[in-house]
């Protein structure tokens, strides 16, 4: 027999271990068409490669196959592979606590592997699928699987991007991490023409390739610190600095990453930096906190803080 019809009679067996929690020897060797001696020869082969099957003498014993040390390779029939790969599709924007970068990994592998008829499959699920979750910029999921290869695999990548002034422009990167604030995905990435780290919003992208140009990895800040300050600061008018009466993780959990830095200080205080394009919106955001707060720049906000506070008094019927 040659060694391409030993490997996918293995294969087989091994799809058969992953179906159901016992078989035995003479079960397992009426379904392959193969003797008692040859299943018993193919489970070695198995656990030579690292698949824990546990075998039980007498009668009612058989083969089955359990946890090991490490996870060995999965043979996925046709509806398992479109099944998960839409939920790793969904997970990968998804609000459990590292649930959507793993997700990714695992998406960008198993698509790798898809045959093309599957991947139609996929698209079509998951376009006919909608989640009740909050606000957010839908991303098209090829182009997540596009970007999270060659992040893994240290290739440039070519897309055009609409700025903040509505025109396009042709952008060549190399990029290092993708970022999920929960509403939008952002790329951190080195810009070749311009020889800088940049941050780049993905529902700006569009006619994304990876290119072949393989590029030697450099020295990067961290991916989510930078990403932070790029969309916290960055993109507006005025960048606000307010020193709180509160625990910085107090502060954290009622402003999102997306909307504001929040900087450890001293005696029970911390620093919230935060932009925006008006400094009303600024006053009242810092008030809403229920902290007590004082502004440390910029003076204009002062200024408007103190508007608000009359502006209450006088709702109030107390000005």
Request: aromatic share 6%.
């Amino acid at each position: 027999m040659t060694v391409e019809a030993t490997t996918e009679r293995v294969l087989r067996l091994l799809a058969l271990l992953q179906r159901r929690p016992s078989w035995t020897a003479t079960e397992l060797a009426a379904e392959l068409g193969v003797t008692d001696r040859c299943v018993r020869r193919d489970v070695e082969r198995l656990r030579a490669i690292g698949y824990p099957v546990h075998a039980t003498a007498g009668v009612g014993g058989g083969y089955q196959l359990g946890a090991g040390t490490r996870l060995p390779p999965l043979l996925l029939d046709d509806e398992e592979a479109i099944a998960t790969a839409v939920s790793l599709r969904l997970a990968s924007g998804g609000t459990v606590a590292g649930a959507g970068e793993a997700a990714l990994r695992a998406l960008t592998k198993l698509d790798q592997v898809m045959p093309a008829r599957l991947r139609a499959e996929v698209r079509a699920v998951h376009g006919a699928t909608a989640t009740l979750v909050g606000p957010g910029v839908e991303i098209d999921g090829e182009l997540l699987v596009t970007l999270a290869r060659a992040c893994r695999d240290a290739v440039r990548v070519r897309f055009r991007y609409a700025g903040r002034d509505g025109g396009e422009h042709e952008r060549t990167v190399e990029p290092v991490r993708m970022v999920t604030t929960g509403r939008r995905w952002y790329l951190m990435a080195w810009d070749v023409d311009r020889a800088d780290w940049r941050t780049f919003r993905l529902d700006r992208m569009c006619e994304v390739a990876a290119t072949t140009w393989r590029f030697q990895a450099r020295e990067h800040p961290d991916p989510v610190a930078y990403v932070q300050r790029s969309v916290t600061g960055a993109p507006y008018r005025h960048l606000a600095r307010v020193r709180v009466r509160a625990h910085p993780d107090q502060v954290r959990k009622l402003v999102p990453p997306q909307v504001g830095r929040v900087e450890d200080d001293r005696d029970g205080w911390c620093v919230l930096a935060i932009g925006g394009d008006d400094l009303d919106w600024l006053a009242m955001h810092a008030a809403r906190l229920g902290f007590e707060a004082e502004v440390l720049e910029p003076p204009e906000l002062r200024e408007s803080v103190v508007l608000l506070a009359r502006r209450l008094a006088a709702m109030a019927g107390t000005g």
